[in-house]
T-cell receptor, first 113, second 116 residues
């Protein structure tokens, strides 16, 4: 499984755009990149997933360069409620749709008023 | 139900005791995962079920840990002869594997296990 590296923590003011970059130098051809968000005392929650280029949904955008060795999660105009731990994961979607993923330590985002 | 549920929410036991942790996945989800999360760490994969069978149990730390999913829905994680090092939050997740949508895993709130 590809190992991921991301900053341990980040601070941001409310209303700013936040970009969290994850390195995954050993990503395999069949690996997808997924980001999860976790609040204290809750299970992680899926944010976004992509394979290459750019993916956008109602919550975030995911930018993946051509070599796929890194990815950047972009959160537009963060609010206090976005304070959480963000995990970057890579894993293979096998024929059954099962994705065995490895969570790292994540990035603890603190949004400041 | 609306989401993944786990019972109990908290479990305190003594070293050497046996515990069972239950997971009720989202109805219709064929894939079920168990993770363990220690303080300050990300979730650690334990086991994955596709239907009733354990398709991947490579994350189980040793033979004191065992999980079942006899009818392809509810799953039970069983820990024998608990040790203090087993103290953690045990998370369950389910997904609708094999669909075209993202392989999104839906997590439950977890069971906090404390071994005294």
């Amino acid at each position: 499984l590809a190992k991921t590296t991301q900053p341990i923590s980040m601070d941001s003011y409310e209303g700013q755009e936040v970009n969290i970059t994850c390195s995954h130098n050993n990503i395999a051809t069949n690996d997808y990149i997924t980001w999860y968000q976790q609040f204290p005392s809750q299970g992680p929650r899926f944010i976004i997933q992509g394979y290459k280029t750019k993916v956008t949904n109602e919550v975030a955008s995911l930018f993946i360069p051509a070599d796929r060795k890194s990815s950047t999660l972009s959160l537009p105009r963060v609010s206090l409620s976005d304070t959480a731990v963000y995990y970057c994961l890579v894993g293979d979607l096998n024929s059954g749709g099962y994705q065995k993923v490895t969570f790292g330590t994540g990035t603890k985002l603190q949004v400041i008023p | 139900g609306a989401g993944v549920s786990q019972t109990p929410s908290n479990k305190v036991t003594e070293k050497g005791k046996y515990v069972e942790l239950r997971c009720d996945p989202i109805s219709g989800h064929t894939a079920l995962y168990w993770y363990r999360q220690s303080l300050g760490q990300g979730p650690e994969f334990l086991i994955y079920f596709q239907g009733t069978g354990a398709a991947d149990d490579s994350g189980l730390p040793n033979d004191r840990f065992f999980a079942v999913r006899p009818e392809g829905s509810v799953s039970t994680l069983k820990i024998q002869r608990t040790e203090r090092g087993d103290s953690a939050v045990y998370l369950c997740a389910s997904s609708l594997a094999g669909t075209e949508r993202y392989n999104e895993q839906f997590f439950g709130p977890g069971t906090r296990l404390t071994v005294l």
